[in-house]
Antibody
Framework: QVQLKESGPGLVKPSETLSLTCAVSGSSISSDNYWVWVRQPPGKGLEWIGIIYHSGTTYYTPSLESRVAMSVDTSKNQFSLNLRSVTAADTAVYYC????????????WGQGTLVTVSS | QSALTQPRSVSGSPGQSVTISCTGTSSDVGGYSYVSWYRQHPGKAPEVMIYDVSKRPSGVPDRFSGSKSGNTASLTISGLQAEDEADYYCCSYVGNYIYVFGTGTEVTVL
């Protein structure tokens, strides 16, 4: 079973860049899995952010595509999320998750990390 | 992509059945057989309960079942139990490796 754990600053200033990392254990990040980010504003629903393969191929939800970038670090067995020009609307619990190569659902999730955007 | 539409809340007594709908379009729910359902207890990460419209991962009780008709998918919980009280989200593949979640439904066990 893949285990995932998010880490990063809990507080980011408006207009700055939110940066999070997801450490992967129990599996190689170079295995046949896709790696995913999902977020959830306080008291609200889930929002799918994007997906990355270990080759570096990425796909993002259109509403965030202009501000988001995901990357993989195979040497550290982790993947990352960068979200530029943040506002208070980006305040959320950010989850990393995984999807099997031949599957179409997210079968393992991290515990989530709260990021607050505030000056 | 707009969020899929779910009822804000549903409720039922222990032992009863409840059904949650998830309405999208022909570009998401209606266009693919890749609808999944997630249960989320307060303060916890989501966990998959149904995938590919109607399949259950190992370990998920057969009280949980899924179906789809046209642009609407449904999750039915039979024999409602206290532990089923949680938020439920549908999720649909929309093509090009992209996904969209539903608005979420709060299930209350009376």
């Amino acid at each position: 079973q893949v285990q995932l754990k998010e880490s990063g600053p809990g507080l980011v200033k408006p207009s700055e860049t939110l940066s999070l990392t997801c450490a992967v254990s129990g599996s190689s990040i170079s295995s046949d899995n896709y790696w995913v980010w999902v977020r959830q504003p306080p008291g609200k629903g889930l929002e799918w952010i994007g997906i990355i393969y270990h080759s570096g191929t990425t796909y993002y939800t259109p509403s965030l595509e202009s501000r988001v970038a995901m990357s993989v670090d195979t040497s550290k067995n982790q993947f990352s999320l960068n979200l530029r020009s943040v506002t208070a609307a980006d305040t959320a619990v950010y989850y990393c998750a995984t999807r099997g190569y031949w599957l179409y659902y997210f079968d393992s999730w991290g515990q989530g990390t709260l990021v607050t955007v505030s000056s | 992509q707009s969020a899929l539409t779910q009822p804000r809340s549903v409720s039922g007594s222990p032992g009863q059945s409840v059904t949650i709908s998830c309405t999208g379009t022909s570009s998401d729910v209606g266009g693919y057989s890749y609808v999944s359902w997630y249960r989320q207890h307060p303060g916890k990460a989501p966990e998959v309960m149904i995938y590919d419209v109607s399949k259950r991962p190992s370990g998920v009780p057969d009280r949980f079942s899924g179906s789809k008709s046209g642009n609407t998918a449904s999750l039915t919980i039979s024999g409602l139990q206290a532990e089923d009280e949680a938020d439920y989200y549908c999720c649909s593949y929309v093509g090009n490796y992209i996904y969209v979640f539903g608005t979420g439904t709060e299930v209350t066990v009376l």
